[in-house]
């Protein structure tokens, strides 16, 4: 048996991303093991008096962690109580493939409403926009961002007298480097911590078991053994209970050597290259994308296999 490589990961990941297509999301939140409490946290820094008239709090933490889907969850929450919002995903990852500039264009077209998007030249913004921003009480997300030029380039000087935008507004900014947060002078920061072993465990039930606790003491065994290895990250215990739940062949023996196999794997090659993907798909996505999950600790031939035949299913059904 050959171990699957981050490379060959990356290679099926893309294969699902295209097959999912975009589906609508369902913004709920009931199932997210240990989120209530953080909501709770971030709901009172978000109701601070700030000295700027722009609060910006920011949340971190390593990834797969859920700060994305805590950001997302909180964004639920309070976009009704603001005149525009928006939520742009994968700060870092799109900065990276189409500039800086077409990010803040899809930022203040989203804001402003606009049917097509603005050119607004750089690195200036237009006085007539600026004007229209001004007068905006607004919220916005910028998921994963990597450095402090991405926010000051997106959002701008919140100190100075040419603010961007209206008192009142919210920035919430999700990212691994807690140094990014000192640099943009974040009003508060928040950090999601791994979740502890009841949850982690809670957490993996609901992948492995459809949320029942496992009866047999070694498969209470395995599963302690599985979180245990996932670090009690939520994405790779999602990882893994959603690919051990979908075994053929579910015996004790099966997830022993399963689990053997995901430990010859470093866990941050697998981290690395789920969480890139994983980030840009909406709730419902994410929830297809995790059953796709069991192919990751077949051979290649049965990759090849699965997606050659996966691919002719699709080309045939349209």
Not at 56 to 75: E, H, Q, R, S, Y
Not at 151 to 160: H, M, T
Not at 268 to 285: A, P, S
Request: aromatic fraction near 10%.
């Amino acid at each position: 048996m050959c171990s699957p490589e981050p490379k060959l990961i990356d290679e099926i990941v893309k294969d699902v991303l295209k097959k999912l297509g975009r589906v609508s999301s369902n913004n709920t939140f009931k199932s997210l093991v240990g989120i209530e409490k953080h909501i709770e946290e971030i709901k009172l820094l978000m109701s601070h008096n700030y000295s700027s008239n722009i609060g910006v709090v920011g949340i971190w933490g390593i990834g797969g962690i859920g700060k994305t889907t805590l950001a997302d969850a909180v964004f639920s929450l309070y976009f009704n109580q603001f005149e525009r919002c928006y939520f742009l995903k994968n700060v870092r990852e799109a900065s990276e493939k189409y500039g800086l500039e077409k990010l803040r264009e899809e930022l203040i077209t989203k804001l402003l409403k606009e049917e097509e998007s603005l050119d607004l030249g750089a690195p200036s913004i237009p006085d007539y926009i600026r004007d229209r921003l001004r007068s905006t009480k607004v919220l916005i997300v910028l998921d994963d961002v990597s450095n402090s030029k991405q926010f000051e380039y997106l959002i701008g000087d919140r100190f100075s007298e040419d603010e961007r935008f209206d008192i009142g507004s919210r920035i919430i900014v999700t990212t691994r480097d807690k140094n990014v947060l000192k640099t943009i002078e974040a009003d508060e920061t928040y950090e999601v911590k791994q979740l502890d072993e009841d949850e982690a465990l809670r957490l993996f039930n609901l992948t492995a078991f459809k949320g029942n606790s496992p009866r047999d003491d070694d498969y209470v065994e395995l599963s302690k053994k599985a979180v245990r290895y996932a670090g009690h990250n939520p994405l790779i215990i999602k990882i893994l209970g959603s690919h051990l739940r979908y075994l053929r062949s579910p015996t004790k023996e099966n997830w022993q050597m399963q689990l053997e196999k995901f430990q010859q794997v470093p866990l941050e090659d697998i981290q690395d290259v789920l969480r890139t993907n994983y980030d840009g798909l909406d709730r419902k996505e994410q929830d297809i994308f995790l059953d796709f999950a069991r192919f990751f600790n077949a051979k290649y031939r049965d990759f090849g296999q699965h997606l050659s035949t996966s691919k002719t299913s699709s080309s045939q059904s349209h």
